[in-house]
């Protein structure tokens, strides 16, 4: 990096992006030892709403857990574009949208479990039909929603690689991680189709998160090489 680069950076947005990132990965990381309580399944609603009922907690912990983190992964998207805009805007700024748009979209769904666990649980334990009814519309709905907004996240996600790959300062593995992580997310938005794709969701989810606390490792080392040039 030459003296130019430094002097183009603006540290606040990476800084933020990196603090943001890696605050809403640890919530991820949380919130999936609260989900692993309770035995999800897209093809047995039922069952996966009485074990919501069942297990309040763990249920509404892990809704808000995911999406507050979603939220939270707005300014590390936001922060990576406008590093990213430094050495040409374009791709960066895109990817930043499809990815902002899928934690917005996602957000919302993430939160039906909760409305399930602390709003329906009574009539669900009680064998209230309606009750049970609802909570099963109510988490069919979500997980259609949630499979959408994949498909955003992988488009957002591969675009991001590119500009990342574009940019060349990030470390060379990054870029293919994030591409990776695109290709499975949009791989399990298509188990609606072909239910075996679920599978993905781990995967992707294993690869975006080492491509976020990646990212963010890398930008918080980033400001730390512009402090002394700024001095």
């Given at each position: 990096?030459?003296?130019?680069?430094?002097?183009?950076?603006?540290?606040?947005?990476?800084?933020?992006?990196?603090?943001?990132?890696?605050?809403?990965?640890?919530?991820?990381?949380?919130?999936?030892?609260?989900?692993?309580?309770?035995?999800?399944?897209?093809?047995?609603?039922?069952?996966?709403?009485?074990?919501?009922?069942?297990?309040?907690?763990?249920?509404?912990?892990?809704?808000?857990?995911?999406?507050?983190?979603?939220?939270?992964?707005?300014?590390?998207?936001?922060?990576?574009?406008?590093?990213?805009?430094?050495?040409?805007?374009?791709?960066?700024?895109?990817?930043?949208?499809l990815l902002i748009a899928f934690a917005v979209m996602n957000a919302p769904a993430n939160l039906a479990p909760f409305v399930?666990?602390?709003?329906?649980?009574?009539?669900?334990?009680?064998?209230?039909?309606?009750?049970?009814?609802?909570?099963?519309?109510?988490?069919?709905?979500?997980?259609?929603?949630?499979?959408?907004?994949?498909?955003?996240?992988?488009?957002?996600?591969?675009?991001?690689?590119?500009?990342?790959?574009?940019?060349?300062?990030?470390?060379?593995?990054?870029?293919?991680?994030?591409?990776?992580?695109?290709?499975?997310?949009?791989?399990?938005?298509?188990?609606?189709?072909?239910?075996?794709?679920?599978?993905?969701?781990?995967?992707?989810?294993?690869?975006?998160?080492?491509?976020?606390?990646?990212?963010?490792?890398?930008?918080?080392?980033?400001?730390?090489?512009?402090?002394?040039?700024?001095?």
């Open positions: 990096m030459n003296a130019d680069d430094h002097r183009a950076l603006d540290p606040v947005l990476p800084r933020m992006a990196a603090i943001f990132g890696l605050a809403a990965s640890a919530l991820i990381i949380l919130a999936v030892v609260f989900v692993s309580q309770i035995n999800l399944s897209s093809d047995d609603l039922a069952r996966s709403a009485q074990d919501m009922a069942h297990h309040r907690f763990a249920a509404e912990t892990s809704a808000w857990l995911f999406a507050l983190a979603l939220i939270g992964f707005v300014p590390f998207f936001l922060g990576l574009a406008a590093t990213l805009g430094q050495r040409g805007p374009g791709l960066g700024w895109i990817g930043a949208a399930v666990a602390h709003h329906l649980a009574a009539g669900i334990n009680a064998g209230d039909p309606v009750a049970q009814a609802v909570a099963e519309g109510m988490l069919g709905f979500s997980l259609v929603v949630d499979k959408m907004a994949h498909v955003v996240f992988g488009i957002g996600a591969l675009l991001t690689a590119r500009a990342m790959a574009a940019d060349g300062r990030f470390p060379r593995w990054l870029p293919p991680v994030a591409a990776i992580a695109g290709i499975l997310m949009i791989l399990f938005a298509l188990a609606l189709a072909v239910p075996a794709l679920e599978l993905a969701l781990a995967l992707g989810s294993a690869f975006t998160l080492l491509w976020i606390i990646g990212s963010s490792l890398w930008l918080l080392g980033l400001m730390r090489a512009v402090a002394p040039a700024g001095r």
